[in-house]
T-cell receptor
Framework: GAVVSQHPSWVICKSGTSVKIECRSL??????MFWYRQFPKQSLMLMAT?????????EQGVEKDKFLINHASLTLSTLTVTSAHPEDSSFYIC??????????????FGPGTRLTVL | GDSVTQMEGPVTLSEEAFLTINCTYT??????LFWYVQYPGEGLQLLLK?????DKGSNKGFEATYRKETTSFHLEKGSVQVSDSAVYFC?????????FGKGTTLSVSS
């Protein structure tokens, strides 16, 4: 199956700093990537939809100036958490959408990035 | 709004036991339904899906049937293995985005 990687897998930063998380589709191109956030024992919550070459679409309640998304190529989307605070500590997961033949429409997920803000 | 509810875990079973993880949904339209599995240290993987009522998705011995009348998509397996230990997520989609349940942790012991 298609492989999606995320980097870093975990990061610890001080409050007020910015953190960039990369999401790459390794063996396929993805015009659409998604960013999710997962709190402990909670479901994945969609934060934004990232489309290559255009601005991301954010879900209600997600601050676009806080969570900057760049989808500059068909294999890379980045999420930057700006001026991070402890409440931003979470597990961030990306997925890449594949549209194929036979009405195939599937998302492939990265392994996630654990962000801890001190 | 649209949502997915799945049974709370953890679910602890012995090897070869029968597994059921309940999932029900609320949706305004006619969603596609999915089960994803997350093994330790890995990303979510699609386990099976069903796109319309009465469809049965199956993979790796797991099955789930799309029941419109009960708005359910329960996951079953007749005989679990230790390697099935993971977190299982039920999800629905009415278009592009996926809406997930909270996940159910399955632990299988030998």
């Amino acid at each position: 199956g298609a492989v999606v990687s995320q980097h870093p897998s975990w990061v610890i930063c001080k409050s007020g700093t910015s953190v960039k998380i990369e999401c790459r589709s390794l063996d396929f191109q993805a015009t659409t990537m998604f960013w999710y956030r997962q709190f402990p024992k909670q479901s994945l919550m969609l934060m934004a939809t990232s489309n290559e070459g255009s601005k991301a679409t954010y879900e209600q309640g997600v601050e676009k100036d806080k969570f900057l998304i760049n989808h500059a190529s068909l294999t890379l989307s980045t999420l930057t958490v700006t001026s991070a605070h402890p409440e931003d500590s979470s597990f961030y997961i990306c997925s890449a959408r594949v549209l194929g033949r036979d009405s195939r429409d599937e998302q492939f997920f990265g392994p996630g990035t654990r962000l801890t803000v001190l | 709004g649209d949502s997915v509810t799945q049974m709370e875990g953890p679910v602890t079973l012995s090897e070869e036991a029968f597994l059921t993880i309940n999932c029900t949904y609320t949706a305004t339209g006619y969603p596609s339904l999915f089960w994803y599995v997350q093994y330790p240290g890995e990303g979510l993987q699609l386990l099976l899906k069903a796109t319309k009522a009465d469809d049965k998705g199956s993979n790796k011995g797991f099955e789930a049937t799309y029941r419109k009348e009960t708005t359910s998509f329960h996951l079953e397996k007749g005989s679990v293995q230790v390697s099935d230990s993971a977190v299982y997520f039920c999800a629905l989609s009415l278009g592009t985005a996926l809406i997930f349940g909270k996940g159910t942790t399955l632990s299988v012991s030998s």
